[in-house]
């Protein structure tokens, strides 16, 4: 059965992109291999994604892990054009239902920070793997944002580095 994993890059102040969804700042880390993330793109069976991701996902420089991972993608959306490669589906747990089944045992990759966030508050997101990169942004979107929000218990599975990223790996208590 697949696990529902928020899979993510995130600055040492907490930020998962910078102003107005700009990613810009990932092109200058220069981490070199990591192992946790060889991995985890060897386990992901398939994404869902919200269409605010889908947009920069569906241009060549945009592509899902760099063009790295390649698979069925399902995107949360109820305004979006259709694009080759990619599966679009109104309620966020039709699409969750939909990748773990197209994921089999692997992993359903959730990638950006509101749909990792609707996840969590349905009870959907199973574990959390955040790459903490040596920068601070000052600015942006948080990694979850939820303004007086719930307390949500993480248990760690996995805790390291490699070079200057920090791994953190968590269950979702």
């Not at 059965?1 to 928020?6: D, G, R, S, T």
């Not at 990613?23 to 069976?45: C, D, F, K, Q």
């Not at 605010?52 to 420089?61: D, F, L, N, S, V």
């Not at 699409?95 to 359903?108: E, L």
Request: hydrophobic residues 45%; glycine residues 14%.
């Amino acid at each position: 059965m697949a696990k529902v994993l928020y899979h993510i890059t995130m600055s040492l102040d907490g930020f998962v992109a910078g102003p107005a969804d700009d990613m810009t700042w990932l092109s200058g880390l220069h981490a070199g291999p990591n192992p946790v993330v060889e991995r985890v793109l060897g386990e992901i069976g398939a994404v869902v994604m919200g269409h605010h991701t889908y947009a920069p996902a569906t241009t060549a420089e945009g592509q899902v892990y760099g063009g790295r991972w390649s698979g069925p993608i399902f995107v949360v959306t109820r305004s979006a054009t259709p694009t080759p490669g990619f599966t679009l589906v109104e309620d966020l747990g039709d699409a969750v239902k939909a990748a773990s089944a197209a994921a089999g045992d692997g992993y359903v990759a959730v990638l950006g920070a509101t749909t990792a966030r609707r996840c969590l508050e349905a009870g959907l997101l199973d574990e959390v793997l955040v790459h903490v990169a040596p920068v601070l942004l000052g600015d942006g979107v948080r990694l979850f944002s939820h303004p007086g929000g719930t307390r949500v218990r993480l248990e760690p599975l996995e805790l390291s580095s490699s070079g200057p990223i920090g791994n953190c790996w968590y269950r979702v208590a």
